[in-house]
């Protein structure tokens, strides 16, 4: 959303180029822009505050002013799984064919962690001896412990069986197994990064209403 700034000098970035490009902008991603601006204005007050680019920048910007009117107002999102839609959710999510996917939706519902907290798990959180589970928390510093429950036990020993070492591998190719639960093999972070797709078909499959994964904490 930001490149057709870029070739701007700071000169340029004018209240009314501002407006110009934040109206555009929510036109067609209303998101994405609300997002662009909260970057621009931050890298903005970060040139306000160094001297060799302080005086680039016109005078009396009101960025915030713009944003307020320009932007569409915030509203909560309020979507759930209703209990009715248990069973059909089920059945689509278990029929995903990568089970990293079919386990974590599984666990991100019966856990009610937020997706980033199930998604940073490692083996060396999972106590399967004594059934608990240590997930990050963005309040509680060193995280939080969670009972791990007989069927999420389940799961994650199904998920762990596929981290063994292969039967056979390419000549000089050296393996470890992951120390992420859901360990990805295409994600630079060796960690799963986006399961809204999965998600997002196993959900339209069982024909439920359009639902986000935080619906599923809900």
């Not at 063994?164 to 799963?192: D, I, T, Y």
Request: aromatic fraction near 8%; charged fraction near 30%; hydrophobic fraction near 40%.
């Amino acid at each position: 959303a930001l490149r057709s700034l870029l070739a701007l000098p700071l000169s340029h970035l004018t209240d009314d180029r501002f407006q110009a490009w934040l109206r555009s902008e929510v036109a067609r991603r209303p998101t994405q822009a609300d997002l662009a601006y909260r970057l621009l204005s931050g890298f903005v007050n970060w040139c306000g505050e160094r001297p060799e680019y302080r005086d680039q920048l016109p005078g009396g910007l009101n960025f915030a002013r713009i944003a307020r009117r320009e932007l569409p107002k915030r509203t909560a999102k309020a979507d759930c799984l209703q209990r009715e839609q248990l069973q059909p959710w089920f059945e689509q999510v278990r029929q995903l064919a990568n089970p990293v996917h079919r386990v974590y939706l599984q666990c991100l519902l019966l856990t009610g962690a937020r997706r980033e907290e199930m998604a940073a798990l490692r083996w060396k959180d999972v106590d399967f001896r004594w059934n608990s589970l240590r997930i990050t928390d963005k309040i509680e510093a060193n995280g939080r412990s969670i009972p791990l429950t007989p069927y999420v036990a389940h799961l994650l020993r199904e998920l762990k069986r596929c981290n063994v070492r292969p039967l056979k591998l390419p000549p000089g190719e050296k393996w470890e197994p992951s120390p992420w639960v859901f360990a990805s093999s295409r994600a630079k972070s060796g960690r799963m990064q986006e399961p809204r797709i999965a998600h997002q078909r196993a959900r339209t499959a069982a024909g439920l209403p359009p639902l986000t994964l935080h619906g599923l904490r809900r």
